[in-house]
């Protein structure tokens, strides 16, 4: 099963910025940004993982469990992942985006996302079962989303 890029309702997305903090608006004063990653199934749940845009300080950065680096196109940022419920997420076309740059740039990290596939679902499942056992306990648990209040909140949502 390859992994495919998706595009998460903005609504969703809204209500469970509440509970969380490592959960990014969508909106910021250039307007609305696509809200893009892919989904992995944890458990029962399907959990969305987001991509951000490589930036110049994830050059410097080493990868660790939670930061997968998708060559110097983007950054799986899977302590941030979040449960997510079928119907809001979709997938993106990329083979049919219209901006000729941004859809080679899906294309590219598409690839580089299934190239990696076994590493990014392994190290999912590590985060997860971390942050489960340690709660806040440790760097890597403190930086994490709270999946158990996720998980909550996603079924209450449903």
């Given amino acids: 099963m390859s992994l495919k890029i998706y595009q998460i309702d903005s609504n969703y997305i809204k209500y469970l910025s509440q509970y969380q903090n490592h959960i990014f608006s969508q909106e910021d004063k250039k307007g609305t940004r696509k809200y ?32 997968i680096k998708i060559k110097a196109y983007a950054v799986i940022n899977i302590n941030n992942m979040i449960p997510v419920p079928k119907g809001c997420y979709s997938l993106v076309d990329v083979n049919n985006e219209k901006d000729v740059h941004y859809r080679y740039l899906l294309q590219a990290e598409a690839r580089e996302i299934n ?22 306990s440790t760097l890597l648990a403190k930086r994490t989303n709270d999946f158990k209040i996720l998980e909550q909140k996603y079924k209450d949502f449903i």
Avoid: T, W
Avoid at 115 to 136: D, F, P, S, T, W
């Fill in 115 to 136: 190239r990696q596939r076994n590493r990014i679902m392994k190290n999912a499942e590590i985060v997860y079962n971390h942050k489960l056992k340690y709660g806040a």
């Fill in 36 to 67: 893009i990653g892919i989904i992995l199934r944890i458990g029962n749940c399907d959990y969305f993982a987001p991509l951000s845009s490589y930036k110049p300080k994830h050059k410097d950065m080493k990868e660790s469990v939670d930061l």
